[in-house]
């Protein structure tokens, strides 16, 4: 019996190159603090395309864009605060173990999901 797999679609990377990537802020946001030093992430967002071009087709008015609005929590607003330009996933990873003194993996896990989180929103970017 043969077993077929997917094929990968786009480009894959590994564990390694991932963490070596520097994370970086979208400049489309904007953000603020509260008095609890937690952040209000502000960021642009449209509909999805393919109902972006339903209500064209159906003669709706034109898809505008809407402000979203993110809070973060205690946990979060460290890494965010972390995200400078400059240190990789790595490095962002060893400060948050540090800083609440977690094993290397626990913070790897967590920092890792957050950073993918924030990716899917288009809030960061890797390079």
Request: aromatic share 4%; charged share 30%; glycine share 8%.
């Amino acid at each position: 019996m043969k077993v077929f797999k997917k094929k990968p679609k786009g480009i894959q990377t590994t564990r390694e190159e991932a963490l070596k990537c520097i994370p970086v802020k979208n400049i489309q946001i904007s953000e603020s603090r509260l008095e609890s030093g937690e952040i209000i992430i502000r960021y642009p967002t449209t509909m999805r395309p393919w109902i972006a071009g339903l209500v064209k087709r159906l003669g709706g008015p034109p898809v505008k864009t809407q402000i979203k609005k993110l809070q973060l929590d205690e946990l979060g607003t460290a890494v965010w605060n972390l995200i400078d330009d400059n240190r990789s996933v790595r490095q962002i990873i060893q400060v948050f173990a540090e800083s609440h003194r977690l094993q290397m993996r626990e913070a790897e896990v967590a920092v890792t999901q957050f950073m993918h989180e924030l990716g899917k929103r288009g809030l960061i970017g890797l390079r």
